[in-house]
C-alpha cells in the first residue's frame, strides 16, 4: 500500500505561482502512474498532470504551459509547479498513484492511493 501526503498549498492572488509537493511512502511498484488530481466545490475530479515510471507527462489543457510536474526520484517526491494562478485554479489539490503506465486516459481511471490534498485558493 502506498501512502501519499501532499503540502505547500495556500492562498495567492492571481498570477502568482505556488509549488506542491507530494512525498510516497509505503510499496511502490516499478511501474507506476502518479498524477495530481483538483477537486472544485461541485464539480467532478479533475486530472492536472501526471507522470509514469518512464518519465512520461501528461497535462489537461486548461494548465498546459502554466503547470509543470516533476518528481525527485530518489526523495520519491511528486512536485506541481502552477504558475500564473487564476481564481478558477481554486481547488483542493491531491496526488494519486496507480500500479501501471498512465496512457492517454489517466484522467478517468482509477488511483490506488490518494493524499487527504492541500488547498489553492486564487483570489
Known amino acids: 500500500h502506498v501512502q501519499l501526503v501532499e503540502s505547500g498549498g495556500g492562498s495567492v492572488q492571481a498570477g502568482g505561482s505556488l509549488r506542491l509537493s507530494c512525498v510516497r511512502s509505503g510499496a511502490i511498484s516499478n511501474n507506476y502512474c502518479v498524477g495530481w488530481f483538483r477537486q472544485r466545490p461541485g464539480k467532478a475530479r479533475e486530472g492536472v498532470a501526471s507522470?509514469?515510471?518512464?518519465?512520461?507527462?501528461s497535462y489537461a489543457e486548461s494548465v498546459k504551459g502554466r503547470f509543470s510536474i516533476s518528481r525527485d526520484i530518489a526523495s520519491r517526491t511528486l512536485y506541481l509547479l502552477m504558475s500564473n494562478l487564476k481564481p478558477e485554479d481554486t481547488a483542493l489539490y491531491y496526488c494519486?498513484?496507480?500500479?501501471?503506465?498512465?496512457?492517454?486516459?489517466?484522467?478517468?481511471?482509477?488511483?490506488?492511493?490518494r493524499g487527504p490534498g492541500t488547498q489553492v485558493t486564487v483570489s
Open positions: 494519486a498513484s496507480k500500479v501501471g503506465m498512465c496512457g492517454p486516459n489517466w484522467s478517468k481511471l482509477r488511483f490506488d492511493s
Open positions: 507522470i509514469d515510471s518512464d518519465g512520461t507527462i
